[in-house]
């Protein structure tokens, strides 16, 4: 299947109204990119949200980003140092009262260095599309509604045997984009409060993230999967 017509099917059958987005790391940044201008606040979610806002493609990196999320997601930048990563958590303290002080907040990035491995290679830049638009994504981002993501959660176990991790906590980047690029299996979140307001999510929305590969695996059976997901309980009598 083309990316438009995967994009049509989850359109056609899920009711996804945004479109997908995809993200490919390179390790050398092309030449016939255009690189995205300036630094974008806070970071690669708003990136996304200028992505579904205008159809932009463009390549980023860490000199085009104030929160280093993304691109440490990526490899792109290494993780910030001690001291660096204090002033980064000073600073979101003080934009959206994360946390009640600074100890609890380093506390849950020690949780998190537990549950979302590392990114061990060093790559050049990130690529950032509307997935219809971009040849062979690492990542293909989705954003829909719970309902919609239980069946596409259906569609993959249908077809895998196996369940999609979700996490729930402050960040989007962690969740959708450094997990399922290092592991290579989904993930979902309802992420933050930086991520939902700059990519431009709605209350009834969350985000899944496939690796390329994982999508391919499965969407065809999306149909059929829905329609038995939407039957469900017919006929049945205790």
């Known amino acids: 299947m ?7 099917m989850m359109r056609s059958v899920l009711g996804v109204k945004k479109e997908p987005v ?12 255009r690189w995205y201008e300036g630094k974008a606040f ?3 979610c708003a990136q996304i949200g200028e992505v579904l806002a205008n159809g932009d493609t463009f390549l980023t990196d860490l ?3 104030l929160c280093t999320g993304g691109v440490v997601a990526t490899g792109v930048a290494r993780q ?6 204090q002033k980064i958590a000073e600073m979101h303290l003080e934009m959206t009262k994360d946390y ?5 907040a380093f506390c849950y990035e020690e949780e998190m260095g537990t549950k979302i491995p590392p990114v061990e290679e060093k790559n050049a830049a ?3 599309s509307l997935f219809r638009e971009i040849k062979e994504p690492d990542l293909v981002l989705v954003f829909l509604t719970p309902g919609a993501a239980d069946i596409l959660n259906r569609a993959y176990s249908y077809v895998t045997g196996k369940p999609i991790q979700g996490f729930g906590g402050n960040g989007g980047c962690p969740f959708v984009i450094q997990y399922p690029y290092v592991t290579k299996h989904p993930s979902f979140t309802y992420s933050d409060i930086s991520w939902r307001k700059f990519v431009g999510l709605t209350d009834d929305e969350l985000t899944i993230s496939f690796p390329l590969q994982s999508l391919l695996q499965f969407i ?11 039957k469900f309980g017919e006929g049945m009598q205790l």
């Open 126 to 128: 990130v690529q950032l």
């Open 220 to 230: 065809e059976s999306l149909p059929s999967v829905a329609e038995n997901y939407r």
């Open 100 to 104: 009640k002080d600074l100890n609890t």
């Open 80 to 85: 910030p140092s001690a001291k660096a990563r």
């Open 2 to 8: 083309t990316n438009q017509e995967i994009c049509e």
């Open 63 to 65: 000199k085009n980003q």
């Open 22 to 33: 995809g993200l490919k790391v390179w390790k050398k940044a092309p030449e016939n990119i």
């Open 42 to 44: 806070p970071g690669m």
